[in-house]
């Protein structure tokens, strides 16, 4: 086990909602990265938090965005969703004194109809 | 930029015989490599990384890879194939900027046929 959980395990919107997607990570990791996995692909860098700052982003638009708590939980955030939104999405976390070492969670599989 | 490369989308070998999952890389900087391994609904997990140190890389379960420069390359292997390592498995790159995003290959499904 990471000790990085995410909620909900699954979810179903419709084209236009908003979503939040919650991410607990283990005491001390002060940095929370999320990911989008599309089906068949591999997962592709959304954007970091560190000490509650966005502190990089890949190619998504700001519709995706996120937050980072002092209790070591995250959330990501994504208005007007779109059909391809459907994604596996992960969080992952890492200790500061271990760059090179992600935990990730399990995921939240997002279904938009 | 940094990417990975997976050359094969789908790998199948029987079980205790020896496993070969091919990556290559391309990367401006001297490049931190990973392999990732991922089963269904569980989350990835970290088999073992390439940080500048020694080119051949011991991991969890028996896996090791070898840094070839040369041929920019990062192939992951494994003596004998056990049924439990029929998963997805993702070859990854760090870049150092961009708040150290992993970049992902788009993955190789492992089957292992008993």
């Known amino acids: 086990e990471t000790g990085v959980t995410q909620s909900p395990t699954h979810l179903i919107k419709t084209r236009g909602q908003q979503v939040t997607l919650r991410c607990s990570s283990q005491?001390?990791?002060?940095?929370v990265s999320w990911y989008q996995q599309a089906l068949g692909q591999g997962p592709q860098f959304i954007f970091q938090y560190y000490r509650e700052e966005e502190n990089g982003r890949g190619n998504f638009p700001p519709r995706f965005s996120g937050l980072q708590f002092p209790n070591y939980s995250s959330e990501l955030n994504v208005n007007a969703l779109e059909l391809d939104d459907s994604a596996l999405y992960l969080c992952?976390?890492?200790?500061?004194?271990?760059?090179?070492?992600?935990?990730f969670g399990p995921g939240t599989r997002l279904t938009v109809l | 930029a940094q990417s990975v490369t997976q050359l094969d989308s789908h790998v199948s070998v029987s079980e205790g015989t020896p496993v070969l999952l091919r990556c290559n890389y391309s990367?401006?900087?001297?490049?931190?490599l990973f392999w990732y391994v991922q089963h269904p609904n569980k989350g990835l997990q970290l088999l073992l990384k390439?940080?500048?140190?020694?080119?051949l890389v011991k991991g969890i379960n028996g896996f090791e890879a070898e840094f070839k420069k040369s041929e920019t390359s990062f192939h992951l292997t494994k003596p004998s194939a056990h049924m439990s390592d029929a998963a997805e498995y993702f070859c990854v790159v760090r870049t150092p900027y961009a708040g150290n995003m992993l970049t992902f290959g788009g993955g190789t499904r492992l089957m292992v046929k008993p």
């Open positions: 005491s001390g990791h002060n940095t």
């Open positions: 990367s401006s900087y001297s490049p931190s």
């Open positions: 992952a976390s890492k200790p500061r004194e271990k760059a090179d070492t992600q935990y």
């Open positions: 390439y940080t500048s140190a020694a080119t």
